[in-house]
Structure formats: structure tokens, C-alpha cells
């Protein structure tokens, strides 16, 4: 997504005299789990900052994110990556990335990929829940349609958590469908729980709460989310953190 982001923001950076230009020096790490705030302040020397809100220590930046469970992103230049993960990973246990997206799941915490822009408005993926839309800010793309779909309540599909009857691990875009192979709307993202069952997020239609779902023939069941969407004001809940 950078190249298209970079697009169109260097639209507006003009007016801003600012430079946008993509970055290939940097690396992510993720850091989860009960006692990560305290592992950043010991190993890194850094406050951990609220819900997405960032801290900045030399060049290394640290990125909160939403969930059930303390999550951090650090941005580090990649000639120190190697440095901080063997800081971090004196007191953490090293896991792969799919691990991280299933708390992405966990989190109801949706992240667009190149195959899924311009396809969902955000409330579609709970982006309003999530704190990620202002609606007492300037105008933009599409704010028109977003606004209508806030103020109104006309919102006809929505980001679910749901558990799968088995093990097959469907890809993004894969049909959710009923009994009767209606389709009633898509996989977003996907991952193997610790009961190696499949995990999932989908975007669904909202009249469909009590239709019985499945995903490649594996009985669909709800999860619940760690948060509400009910016309929810961002502001709101930034204001109480």
C-alpha cells in the first residue's frame, strides 16, 4: 500500500511544505503479551504510550495498538533491528508473524491489503469503533459517503470475529456462504488458533446475525468483538482513552 498512500497524499503535501518520500531503512517488531509494558521500559528504556498514541527515543519509534492483550510496534531502523530483538528477546519468546495476525483477529483489528483498497467503507471493517475515523475534522475523499453511513445508521455490512469448525485456513476474499451457497459476504483475514482451528475475521451483511454461515463447508461461529459498534463517536472515545 505504500506506493499508492505516497500518491495521494503528496497531493496535499504541497500545501503543507512537506516531503513525502517511502522509506526501505526500516523494520517492525511486534511485542505482545501481559508483561510487554514493563519489558519495553526495562529492555528499551521507553514509556509505553496509550492506545494509538507513539513514543520517540532517538530513532526508534513505539506504536501502541488496540486489543484484549498489551500489543506494541516498534519502528527501529533496520541496521538495529538485529540489536533490539535480542534485547527484547532475553525476556520474550520469539514467534512468527502468525501469531501477531491472530491477535490482529483477537483485536477485531482489520489492516487493507493492495487487493482490498477502495472496496469497504471503514465502518464496514469497525474502523469508528477502533477510533480511526474523525468525524469533527476537514474534508477528504469520500467523507461524504462515511458521514452519511455514521450519522444515519446505514451501514449494511460489518467486520464479525468468528471461529471455523476445522482447520482449513481460507485466504482473504474466500465466500462466506450459507447452507445453501448464498453467498453473504467474504473472508477479510485468517489464522490457526492454539486449538488449530481456523480463526476469522469477515465482513458479512448485518441482517444476517441468526443465518448459520460456513467457510469451505466449516460451520461459521461467531466470536465476540472486545468492543461495540453501535454509532459510535471516535472523538468520544479518544477523549477517554
Known amino acids: 500500500m505504500i506506493e499508492p498512500l505516497t500518491k495521494h497524499l503528496s497531493k496535499f503535501a504541497v500545501f503543507y511544505?512537506?516531503?513525502?518520500?517511502?522509506?526501505?531503512?526500516?523494520?517492525?517488531?511486534?511485542?505482545?503479551?501481559?508483561?510487554?509494558?514493563?519489558?519495553?521500559?526495562?529492555?528499551?528504556?521507553m514509556l509505553p504510550p496509550a492506545i494509538w498514541h507513539q513514543t520517540m527515543q532517538d530513532e526508534?519509534?513505539?506504536?501502541?495498538?488496540?486489543?484484549?492483550?498489551?500489543?506494541?510496534?516498534?519502528?527501529?531502523?533496520?541496521?538495529e533491528a538485529n540489536t533490539v530483538w535480542d534485547a527484547l528477546a532475553r525476556s520474550a519468546t520469539p514467534v512468527g508473524n502468525a501469531v501477531w495476525q491472530l491477535h490482529d483477529i483477537k483485536?477485531?483489528?482489520?489492516w487493507l491489503t493492495a487487493a482490498q483498497q477502495d472496496t469497504y467503507l471503514p465502518q464496514m471493517i469497525n474502523w469508528e469503533a477502533l477510533g480511526g475515523i474523525s468525524f469533527k475534522k476537514g474534508c477528504?475523499?469520500?467523507q461524504e459517503v462515511v458521514a452519511r453511513a455514521h450519522f444515519r445508521g446505514q451501514v449494511k455490512k460489518r467486520l464479525i470475529r468468528a471461529q471455523l469448525d476445522g482447520?482449513?485456513?481460507?485466504?482473504?476474499?474466500?465466500?462466506?456462504?450459507?447452507?445453501?451457497?448464498?453467498?453473504?459476504g467474504e473472508v477479510f483475514i485468517a489464522a490457526l488458533d492454539a486449538y488449530d482451528q481456523a480463526e476469522i475475521l469477515a465482513v458479512v451483511n448485518t441482517r444476517d446475525e441468526e443465518t448459520?454461515?460456513?467457510?469451505?463447508?466449516?460451520?461459521?461461529?461467531?466470536?465476540k468483538l472486545p468492543y461495540a459498534i453501535e454509532r459510535l463517536d471516535p472523538e468520544e472515545l479518544a477523549a477517554q482513552g
Open 17 to 45: 511544505k512537506a516531503d513525502i518520500r517511502p522509506r526501505d531503512d526500516l523494520a517492525l517488531i511486534g511485542l505482545l503479551g501481559r508483561d510487554a509494558p514493563a519489558l519495553l521500559e526495562a529492555r528499551l528504556d
Open 60 to 79: 526508534c519509534t513505539l506504536l501502541q495498538h488496540p486489543g484484549p492483550r498489551s500489543r506494541f510496534v516498534a519502528c527501529v531502523p533496520s541496521a
Open 107 to 110: 483485536a477485531g483489528l482489520a
Open 140 to 142: 477528504y475523499t469520500g
Open 167 to 184: 482447520n482449513l485456513v481460507p485466504e482473504p476474499g474466500t465466500p462466506v456462504c450459507n447452507a445453501e451457497g448464498k453467498r453473504h
Open 212 to 223: 448459520p454461515l460456513e467457510v469451505l463447508g466449516q460451520r461459521l461461529k461467531r466470536l
